[in-house]
C-alpha cells in the first residue's frame, strides 16, 4: 500500500468535503485590496483593457536587504534525489568520493545558497546515526515514509562535505517524529563542538577533525500532518521543540533554529497550529516554516491557467497570515523578538502525488516524484519569486522543492543532466536578485477571475545592489494572448545601460524540456529597452517572465 499518497490525499479529501480545506483559489487576495506597500499593483487600469503598465522605481524606496538564504533549496532521502542524483558512486560521471560531479558543477554555477537536507517527511523516522562512521557497517533500512530502502551510504559527513564542494550552506533537518531531543542535541555537538565530548570525538574517530558549525536547523517537519510519522499536537510538538531548541542551545548557543509551522492553508489547524506551538516554544526559536506546493488542478485553479498564473498571490496571503500569527504571540509574551519566516517548501508539484509515483515498493532508488514541468508551471514559479521578493523584510529563508530529479529544476540520467522549465526563474533570482529588494509601484491592466478579485496582468519584482548600481525587475505577463508594454518611471535616477534582458516566453503553455529536446523551452534574449527622459518603454510578450538588468 503506498502510505503517504494514501494517507495525504485521503486527508485532503476528507478535509475538502468536510468544507474545511481552503482552495488556493479561494486565497487569492483581491488587487484592490491588495497587501499595502507589497502589493504587487497598487493602482489598476479598467479591467478588461490593456493599457501601458507603469512601474515607478525610486531607489530611495526599499522594502529590505534581500537575505541570500530567499533562494535555496532542498534536497531529502526520495527517489533518485541523493542516489542517482548527487551522489552516484558506480557513475563515469562521478569523482572519487562517489559526487556526480556535471551535477555538482551545476549546482555550484547555479549559486544555491543554502539546501536543507535530510528531508521532508523522511527526516521523521530517520537516525542520523545510521548514516555516518564506515560504510560497510551502516545498516540497508526501511524508509517508512516512501516506503523507498535506505542504504545509508550517503549521510551527514558526505552531506557536509558536498555542501563544502559545491560552495552552499546546510539547513540541517532533524528528527522530531521518532526522534529525541537529546538525539538533536547529540546531532548538533557531533556537527559543532571542536573536540573533548561523545559526539565531537566520535566525528574525530569517523576522521573529520574540524567541527562544520552548522548554524540553521529545522526543528522537525511538518508535524501537523497526520501523515507524518510522529505526528502529534501542536502542543505537544510546541513543548518537544521547546525543549529540543534548549538542548541544542546549551550545545551551541549560535544556532538559528526553525519551529515547524502549518503544512499549508488546506490544514483544517491552518494558523491555530501555528498560535499553538509558538505559544510554547516561541523564546525558543528564531523563525518559523511554511509550506506550500501549487498545481493547475481542480484544487488549486479548477484547471484554469490565468487564475493558475494569480496563485502566487495567495503564497502573499498565507506570509501575510502567518506573520500576523508569529506578531499575535510576541504581543501576548510581550516579547523584544520578531520572529522571520523559513519558506521552506515551495513549488509546483501536482501530477506526481500518488500511486507509484510517491511510493517505492522498497526498491532503492526508485522513480518518485519525477514531475514533469511545463513553460506555465515556469511562469508561475517566476509569479512566486516575485512573491518571495516583495516579502523580503518577513522571510528570510525558502527553499525550492526539491533540487534534483524530486519535484526539481535538475534531472539526471547516467550519461548527463538536462534543465526543466523551472530552472530558469530560479536561476535568474539566484544571478540578478542582489542587495536589496525595491519597493515598486506598478500599474497594470487587469482581469477578472471566476471567484477572485481583479489581477494584474503584469506583476513586477525588483532589486538594487546600491555597490554597484545594478538595478534588475523581474515581470510576468499573465495576458496569455497579449503583449503588453512596460513603462519604467525613474523617479530619482535613471540608468546609463541596459546589462541584460532574457525571458522565457513560447506558443506552447504545455511544452517541456526532457533528455531528448533539452532546449524546447530555454531563454530567449530581449529587444533592448531604450531610455529616454527619465522613462524606459518595452513591450513583455503574452505568456513570458522577464528579468532585465541595467547599471544605474
Ligand atoms: O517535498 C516532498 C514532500 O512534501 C516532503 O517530504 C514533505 O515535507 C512535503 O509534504
Redesign the pocket.
Known amino acids: 500500500m503506498n502510505r503517504f499518497s494514501s494517507s495525504?490525499r485521503q486527508f485532503l479529501k476528507e478535509a475538502s468535503n468536510a468544507g474545511v480545506a481552503c482552495s488556493a483559489a479561494a486565497l487569492v487576495p483581491s488587487v484592490a485590496r491588495g497587501f499595502a506597500a507589497k502589493s504587487p499593483v497598487q493602482a489598476a487600469s479598467a479591467a478588461g483593457t490593456t493599457a501601458a503598465a507603469r512601474v515607478y522605481v525610486d531607489t530611495r524606496r526599499t522594502i529590505a536587504p534581500l537575505d541570500r538564504n530567499l533562494f535555496g533549496s532542498?534536497l531529502?532521502h526520495?527517489g533518485r534525489a541523493i542516489y542517482e542524483g548527487i551522489y552516484d558512486p558506480g557513475s563515469k560521471l562521478s569523482d572519487a568520493n562517489g559526487f556526480r560531479k556535471d551535477v555538482l558543477n551545476e549546482i555550484h554555477q547555479l549559486g544555491v545558497p543554502i539546501i536543507r537536507y535530510p528531508?521532508?517527511?523522511?527526516v521523521s523516522g530517520y537516525n542520523w546515526l545510521d548514516g555516518v562512521g564506515p560504510k560497510q557497517s551502516r545498516p540497508r533500512q526501511l524508509d517508512k515514509?516512501w516506503d523507498t530502502i535506505e542504504s545509508n551510504q550517503f549521510g551527514t559527513n558526505e552531506f557536509l562535505s558536498w555542501c563544502k564542494a559545491v560552495g552552499t550552506e546546510p539547513l540541517m533537518g532533524l528528527n522530531l517524529g521518532t526522534g529525541t531531543p537529546e538525539e538533536a542535541a547529540a546531532l548538533v555537538e557531533y556537527c559543532n563542538v571542536e573536540k573533548g565530548t561523545r559526539w565531537s570525538d566520535l566525528r574525530r574517530q569517523h576522521g573529520i577533525a574540524d567541527p562544520y558549525k552548522v548554524q540553521h536547523w529545522c526543528l522537525g517537519?511538518?508535524m501537523d500532518?497526520p501523515?507524518?510519522i510522529g505526528h502529534m499536537s501542536a502542543t505537544e510538538y510546541g513543548l518537544k521543540a521547546a525543549d529540543a531548541a534548549r538542548q541544542m542551545r546549551y550545545v551551541d548557543p549560535s544556532l538559528k533554529l526553525i519551529a515547524c509551522g502549518s503544512?499549508g492553508p488546506f490544514m483544517r489547524t491552518y494558523l491555530e497550529w501555528d498560535r499553538e506551538v509558538l505559544e510554547q516554544c516561541y523564546d525558543y526559536v528564531d523563525g518559523l516554516s511554511l509550506?506550500r506546493?501549487f498545481g493547475n488542478n481542480e484544487r488549486d485553479s479548477g484547471g484554469d491557467t490565468p487564475k493558475y498564473l494569480a496563485l502566487n498571490l495567495s503564497m502573499e496571503r498565507q506570509i501575510a497570515e502567518t506573520v500576523a500569527v508569529c506578531d499575535l504571540v510576541r504581543g501576548h509574551k510581550r516579547s523584544p523578538k520578531k520572529l522571520w519566516l523559513s519558506f521552506d517548501?515551495w513549488?509546483v508539484?501536482y501530477r506526481t502525488t500518488g500511486g507509484d509515483a510517491v511510493d517505492g515498493h522498497r526498491q532503492e532508488a526508485p522513480h518518485l516524484?519525477e514531475e514533469v514541468y511545463n513553460l506555465e508551471d515556469a511562469l508561475l514559479v517566476g509569479g512566486l519569486i516575485n512573491s518571495l521578493l516583495r516579502n523580503a523584510d518577513r522571510v528570510k529563508l525558502a527553499c525550492l522543492?526539491?533540487l534534483v530529479n524530486?519535484?526539481a529544476p535538475i534531472m539526471t540520467d547516467a550519461n548527463g543532466l538536462f534543465r526543466q522549465t523551472i530552472y530558469y526563474p530560479y536561476s535568474w533570482a539566484l544571478q540578478f536578485a542582489r542587495g536589496a529588494v525595491l519597493n515598486l509601484l506598478v500599474e497594470s491592466s487587469t482581469y477578472e477571475v471566476s471567484g477572485l478579485d481583479q489581477v494584474g496582468h503584469v506583476d513586477v519584482a525588483g532589486s538594487l545592489d546600491h555597490g554597484d548600481g545594478k538595478l534588475s525587475l523581474f515581470i510576468l505577463n499573465r495576458d496569455l494572448s497579449k503583449a503588453h508594454d512596460v513603462e519604467v518611471v525613474w523617479e530619482d535616477a535613471a540608468p546609463s545601460r541596459v546589462l541584460s534582458a532574457t525571458l522565457l516566453t513560447g506558443d506552447d503553455l504545455k511544452a517541456s524540456n526532457s533528455f531528448a529536446a533539452p532546449q524546447r523551452i530555454a531563454p530567449q534574449s530581449f529587444k533592448t529597452p531604450a531610455a529616454s527622459g527619465g522613462r524606459t518603454k518595452f513591450e513583455v510578450p503574452a505568456r513570458s517572465y522577464a528579468v532585465i538588468q541595467w547599471s544605474l
Open positions: 495525504r532542498f531529502e526520495l528531508g521532508g517527511n523522511f515514509a517537519n511538518e500532518g501523515w507524518q503544512s509550506h506546493y517548501e513549488n508539484w516524484l522543492a526539491q524530486v519535484i
